[in-house]
């Protein structure tokens, strides 16, 4: 079983800026890839950025230009540093990791989630 811990989300205002991490730990043989999603209240999550073990990225394009995700494969954590925060980027914000516990068997695994509130 893997296992994710967020952190860093918060309250600031426009034009500020946060930086989210994820922790993966557990029985983890390998990491395909880690990424940022988001979700608000009655609308579906959607991507925000990944970042897979070669180290391609793929963001939304609401947030290029602003967000930068990197990972650390040494430490299985994955980062999303956000800047110049609108009030649209409000969300909560989920970590998730891919990758394999062993040979054949993969795992898809969520964290709880961070809330991100920005005000204007």
């Known amino acids: 079983q893997v296992q994710l811990v967020e952190s860093g989300g918060g309250s600031v205002q426009t034009g500020g800026s946060l930086t989210l991490s994820c922790a993966a730990s557990?029985?983890?043989?390998?990491?395909?890839?880690m990424g940022w999603y988001r979700q608000v209240p009655g609308k579906q999550r959607e991507l925000v950025a990944t970042?897979?073990?070669?180290?391609?990225?793929n963001y939304a394009d609401s947030v290029k230009g602003r967000f930068t995700i990197s990972r650390y494969n040494a430490q299985n954590t994955v980062y999303l540093q956000m800047n110049s925060l609108e009030p649209e980027d409000t969300a909560v914000y989920y970590c998730?990791?891919?990758?394999?516990?062993?040979?054949?068997?993969?795992?898809?695994?969520w964290g709880q989630g961070t809330q991100v509130t920005v005000s204007s």
């Open positions: 998730n990791a891919r990758g394999y516990i062993g040979i054949g068997h993969t795992f898809d695994s």
């Open positions: 557990g029985s983890i043989f390998t990491i395909n890839g």
């Open positions: 970042r897979n073990s070669g180290g391609g990225t």
